[in-house]
T-cell receptor, first 117, second 114 residues
Framework: EAQVTQNPRYLITVTGKKLTVTCSQN?????MSWYRQDPGLGLRQIYY???????DKGDVPEGYKVSRKEKRNFPLILESPSPNQTSQYYC????????????????FGPGTRLTVL | KQEVTQIPAALSVPEGENLVLNCSFT??????LQWFRQDPGKGLTSLLL?????REQTSGRLNASLDKSSGRSTLYIAASQPGDSATYLC?????????????FGAGTQVVVTP
């Protein structure tokens, strides 16, 4: 089954304690991205990756890191989480990296609910 | 900068009534527009994708229209059912961003009452 998986689904942590949220897709997609969703603000892109070892900042990258060492995995790293990073996080992927792949459907993971105390 | 707006933020209708959800965007330079459904505790599921050259797209009870020149899209859901209760989001993929970032609206929360 084609899918995007994220772990953990729920996480409560404390300020400053490093954490990693994993994301994996089994569709051999080039493009992967991370979003955060906050009430009234919609989904905002944090980071994206066009392929292995190629990543770039989205709209709200401060306080986050990513890596893309393998095509299927795109972990999100919070080196020193703060309460303003409490949010719902989604990983997504699609087949083509370039915007010209206009027929690409974006697939989303089930989300990770993060609370930073 | 592209801005995507969805009004209203919430909508409640009785079962059987047709649903009309609106999405507006400020920059008409887009590749496509997608409608997603989001259920509590779950990810987003793509419902329909309309290319910039298309006027509408249909899937079962769902019909989405696109008027690129006026920056508007409408999602119609015919004969609504309680199972249609969810949050609906629209997203546009712009041509000015070479990597085709999706810009999302904040969503419309729909409740269909039996």
């Amino acid at each position: 089954e084609a899918q995007v998986t994220q772990n953990p689904r729920y996480l409560i942590t404390v300020t400053g304690k490093k954490l990693t949220v994993t994301c994996s897709q089994n569709m051999n997609h080039e493009y992967m991205s991370w979003y955060r969703q906050d009430p009234g603000l919609g989904l905002r892109q944090i980071y994206y990756s066009m392929n292995v070892e190629v990543t770039d900042k989205g709209d709200v990258p401060e306080g986050y890191k990513v890596s893309r060492k393998e095509k299927r995995n795109f972990p999100l790293i919070l080196e020193s989480p703060s309460p303003n990073q409490t949010s719902q996080y989604y990983c997504a992927s699609r087949l083509g990296a370039s915007g010209r792949f206009s027929t690409d459907t974006q697939y989303f993971g089930p989300g990770t609910r993060l609370t930073v105390l | 900068k592209q801005e995507v707006t969805q009004i209203p933020a919430a909508l409640s209708v009785p079962e059987g009534e047709n649903l009309v959800l609106n999405c507006s965007f400020t920059d008409s330079a887009i590749y496509n527009l997608q409608w997603f459904r989001q259920d509590p505790g779950k990810g987003l599921t793509s419902l329909l994708l309309i290319q910039s050259s298309q006027r509408e797209q249909t899937s079962g009870r769902l019909n989405a229209s696109l008027d690129k020149s006026s920056g508007r899209s409408t999602l119609y859901i015919a004969a609504s059912q309680p199972g249609d209760s969810a949050t609906y989001l629209c997203a546009v993929k712009g041509t000015t961003d070479s990597w085709g970032k999706l810009q999302f609206g904040a969503g419309t929360q729909v409740v269909v009452t039996p």
